[in-house]
T-cell receptor, first 114, second 117 residues
Framework: GAGVSQSPSNKVTEKGKDVELRCDPI?????LYWYRQSLGQGLEFLIY????????KSGLPSDRFSAERTGGSVSTLTIQRTQQEDSAVYLC????????????FGPGTRLTVL | AQKVTQAQTEISVVEKEDVTLDCVYE???????LFWYKQPPSGELVFLIR??????QNEISGRYSWNFQKSTSSFNFTITASQVVDSAVYFC??????????????FGTGTRLAVRP
């Protein structure tokens, strides 16, 4: 079946602009995670969704970052007023359930803020 | 707080050599899960294995094997008879399986493996 998909694959934006990153999880997966991979910070957790709710937003680096999930499926990660330090690869993962299930990752969105 | 340490930043081997990637973790929980993921040059993270804290049996899958030792908080990964296609960055990760956080993963910094023909 289809894996996790993310769009766009690459995004170049100017400092101060808003960006939206999209994640389509594997069909039927109730848990969805966003991570960020950057040279300086490695792979870090951003937010976790179970269904449409986000029990854990502890990894969001600032209030410029927000995410939502609708219909228990597609999720969007929004970064407002982008800064150069936001440049990274944003990875989405999904799993069948919230606990003890393996996460399957999408190909990521490479964000470059000029 | 949990932590995963992969002390080896880069390893270079010649094809057919065996190689072991080290992973040491820290957690206060008695129930946790350990993972290895592979990130080839294409960039996508590929799941390799999941091990729960109550199962210390070593696992073998083809040329891959994993050694989990709670006494030393280690979960090492060995590739036997390495091949060029094994060249990638390998990440060890830990999940404490807390209901409110799902399976939030804490990753190590990764080990870049280069297998030369």
């Amino acid at each position: 079946g289809a894996g996790v998909s993310q769009s766009p694959s690459n995004k170049v934006t100017e400092k101060g602009k808003d960006v939206e990153l999209r994640c389509d999880p594997i069909s039927g997966h109730t848990a969805l995670y966003w991570y960020r991979q950057s040279l300086g910070q490695g792979l870090e957790f951003l937010i976790y969704f179970q269904g449409n709710s986000a029990p854990d937003k502890s990894g969001l680096p600032s209030d410029r970052f927000s995410a939502e999930r609708t219909g228990g499926s597609v999720s969007t990660l929004t970064i407002q007023r982008t800064q150069q330090e936001d440049s990274a690869v944003y990875l989405c993962a999904s799993s069948p359930g919230p606990i003890t299930d393996t996460q399957y990752f999408g190909p990521g969105t490479r964000l470059t803020v000029l | 707080a949990q932590k995963v340490t992969q002390a080896q930043t880069e390893i270079s081997v010649v094809e057919k050599e065996d190689v072991t990637l080290d992973c040491v973790y820290e957690t206060r929980d008695t129930t946790y899960y350990l993972f290895w993921y592979k990130q080839p040059p294409s960039g996508e993270l590929v799941f390799l294995i999941r091990r729960n804290s109550f199962d210390e049996q070593n696992e073998i899958s083809g040329r891959y094997s994993w050694n989990f030792q709670k006494s030393t908080s280690s979960f090492n990964f060995t590739i036997t008879a390495s091949q060029v296609v094994d060249s990638a960055v390998y990440f060890c990760a830990l999940s404490e399986a807390i209901k409110s956080s799902g399976d939030k993963l804490t990753f190590g910094t990764g080990t870049r493996l280069a297998v030369r023909p």
